[in-house]
């Protein structure tokens, strides 16, 4: 084991936040490696875990099952609270835990049946999911000092949602709770893991050579096919069941050349992970489907291909990939939908690419998709109160072109319609989250308006009914927050925090609010929180930035206003915010330098000429001192420092004209 012993010989799993990238052949032999290694360490004290991240066979959450499964136990009984806390998430990684726990704030977008889920949810509701496990876990290792090392066969097969995790675990907590990873991949997939890992994280990759050894199917194919078939039976029609059993029973029907069944499973696996909001591995999934499909065009396979292309296209709009979806649409649906229920809801989707989602908006043509809807629902002959819902469901869709349009007032109009309708056709307990969705639309539109305190009233009309929302409460609070109600806007925050795992908005949002009731600690703190989750965002350095300020920490500020420009080298009021700092620490030259850039930036800030005059004058340069403050005069003739600007002008220009004179 040469390659084991240079691996080992510097202590390498005591390099945490790194990972180390294992290549070698996908075969037994390299598992058997990675137990060798696991065992060194394990022996020099360090806590250690060998996992098998293959997708195909553990489907999207391959290898963190395993891992927070085997954590569990310890879990409830050193931190029970942080398991009570954490609950949302855990019942994702482990969906057996549904039948032992009750998560304590779900969503209307959570408990609605499959029919009434008119809200799917934001692309990056998942990776909250998988920074509330990363939380869990800083709390619960808290003291314990031994290094843990977590080895992943197959990671070059790893889901989206487990590259996800381990990059974002590495990322914030890989150096404080000393963890190494071991990446295992096979010869021609090492480079993959600079995207999946960062190439920042990776410490060194060792290349092992091992024999090939043939791949041995545990069973022949008829035994396979028998328990694909009993696996079947057991699922019966328990959803939870299949979705616990699912990557066992894509597996074997695989095995078992069971084509039927394998069509099945994964459509559920599209279906069942589109509506958690894994996208990107729900389209692992309906990608599989579309590809069996290929070809087959007899009337069998008509509702299953309209199932198929529905849940895909809603994976590609729920990950922003606009043009994908409407390329879905194209090869899969326009032309080919005729039944008039599935054609209305076809008109709806593409109504929402052309007015939401393609790059270039067009909302003429997403009314005449919805109007081209709403005639083929005319001609359905489906139950009474699906068409009505889906009738306002369609108008709604209208509104939101009327808010595209700046139409408000037809907007609210067509919202107030929608639940007109609905009211008098459906009983109060059908389709709650859709009315909550249209009081929350009214809501966004009286916000365009300017109508603060309407809406308010809508949002919370929404809460009413969806109490358990967090981004009624995030978006309720940043209206609190512009009308100056700052408390109220405090509560909403805390209380979009308490309902979600975290995510960086409602964090950036308490910072803003803190620091404009003067706690600036408080408002770092938040800021803090924000940029651990999502360092690439640029508003939560320049609060962060403004805090550290206003505590008088000019050096620690002036860092992160040189971040917040790496990230967005364009914003004039941060490059003048950090010249000011610069002046107070006396480096005039590159105070100087930055009010240069802000004046390139924004030639017709006033202000920003004064504070360049005052630099100017301090380094000698009273000629273009003098020109920056009469420019600063003529652009604001009525500054409330005019006197200053003046008094200062009567300094320099008697000592110009003596120099000029001389």
């Known amino acids: 084991m040469k390659h084991q012993q240079r691996i080992l010989s510097d202590g390498w799993f005591h390099r945490a936040g790194c990972a180390t990238v294992l290549t070698a052949h996908a075969s037994p032999a390299r598992r058997r490696l990675l137990e060798n290694l696991l065992e060194e360490a394990k022996t020099a004290g360090a806590r250690v875990w060998l996992l098998d991240c293959d997708f195909t066979t553990g489907g999207p959450w391959a290898g963190l099952h395993e891992f927070f499964s085997d954590i569990l136990s310890e879990l409830r009984e050193s931190r029970p609270d942080m398991v009570a806390k954490h609950d949302y998430e855990l019942v994702h990684v482990l969906p057996e835990l549904q039948r032992e726990i009750r998560v304590r704030n779900p969503s209307l977008t959570d408990l609605s049946p499959p029919e009434e889920k008119v809200r799917n949810y934001p692309a990056d509701r998942a990776f909250r999911i998988l920074h509330g496990l990363i939380e869990l876990l800083d709390h619960w290792k808290g003291a314990d000092e031994r290094p843990w090392v977590i080895a992943c066969d197959h990671f070059d097969q790893v889901s989206y ?73 057991f699922a019966a029609e328990d959803r939870l069941r299949i979705q616990i059993h699912l990557p066992q029973m894509i597996r074997y029907a695989r095995l078992g050349q ?41 009337p069998e396979y008509v ?99 009327r808010h595209f349009q700046g139409r408000y007032e037809e907007a609210i109009e067509f919202c107030r319609a929608c639940q007109e309708h609905l009211d008098l056709h459906l009983s109060q307990d059908r389709h709650r989250l859709h009315r909550s969705v249209l009081f929350y639309n009214q809501a966004q539109v009286y916000v365009a308006l300017g109508n603060l305190d309407k809406a308010v009233e809508y949002y919370s009309a929404a809460m009413v009914i969806d109490p358990n929302y967090s981004e009624y409460y995030n978006e309720r609070g940043s209206v609190y927050l512009r009308s100056g109600r700052l408390k109220e806007a405090l509560a909403d925050y805390r209380q979009a925090i308490e309902l979600s795992p975290p995510y960086f908005e409602s964090f950036t949002n308490l910072g803003q609010c803190l620091r404009q009731l003067r706690s600036m600690e408080e408002a770092e703190e938040a800021y803090s929180r924000a940029l651990d989750l999502a360092p690439d965002r640029v508003l939560p350095w320049v609060g962060r930035a403004q805090s550290r300020e206003a505590l008088g920490r000019i050096e620690e500020a002036i860092a992160d206003y040189d971040t917040a420009l790496v990230l967005d080298p364009e914003q004039w009021q941060v490059v003048a915010n950090r010249g000011v700092l610069h002046y107070e620490l006396r480096h005039l030259s590159s105070c100087l330098a930055d009010f240069e850039r802000a004046i390139e930036l924004a030639p017709g800030e006033p202000d920003l000429y004064h504070n360049r005059a005052v630099a100017l004058d301090e380094l000698g340069r009273a000629e273009e001192a003098v020109r920056d403050l009469h420019t600063y005069l003529r652009l604001k003739p009525e500054a409330e420092d005019r006197t200053e600007a003046l008094n200062r002008l009567k300094r320099l220009e008697p000592k110009l004209n003596a120099a000029a004179a001389a």
């Open 258 to 298: 069971r084509h039927d069944l394998l069509s099945k499973w994964y459509f559920f696996g599209l279906e069942v992970y589109n509506t958690l909001g894994l996208y990107e591995d729900a389209r692992v999934y309906g990608e599989k489907i579309r590809t069996a499909l290929r070809g087959k065009e007899g």
């Open 303 to 401: 509702t299953v291909r309209w199932a198929m292309f529905l849940k895909l296209m809603m994976c590609y709009m729920g990950l922003g990939e606009a043009e994908e979806a409407h390329r879905l649409a194209k090869e899969e649906a326009l032309g080919r939908i005729h039944e008039p229920e599935w054609l209305s809801q076809l008109c709806y989707l593409m109504a929402m690419l052309h007015a939401r989602y393609l790059p270039e908006r067009d909302l003429a043509k997403a009314e005449g998709y919805l109007e081209e809807g709403l005639q083929a629902l005319d001609n359905t002959k489906i139950p009474n109160d699906r068409i009505h819902f889906q009738h306002a469901f369609n108008r709604n869709g209208l509104a939101m072109v």
């Open 161 to 233: 949602i487990g590259r996800r995790f381990f990059r974002e675990l590495m990322r914030r907590r890989g150096e404080r709770l000393r963890l190494a990873l071991v990446a295992a991949v096979s010869f021609d997939s090492a480079l993959n893991l600079l995207e999946a890992l960062g190439e920042e994280r990776i410490y060194r990759t060792v290349q092992v050579d091992l024999p090939m050894e043939e791949r041995e199917h545990p069973e022949a194919d008829l035994v396979s096919s028998q328990i694909a078939l009993e696996l079947d039976d």
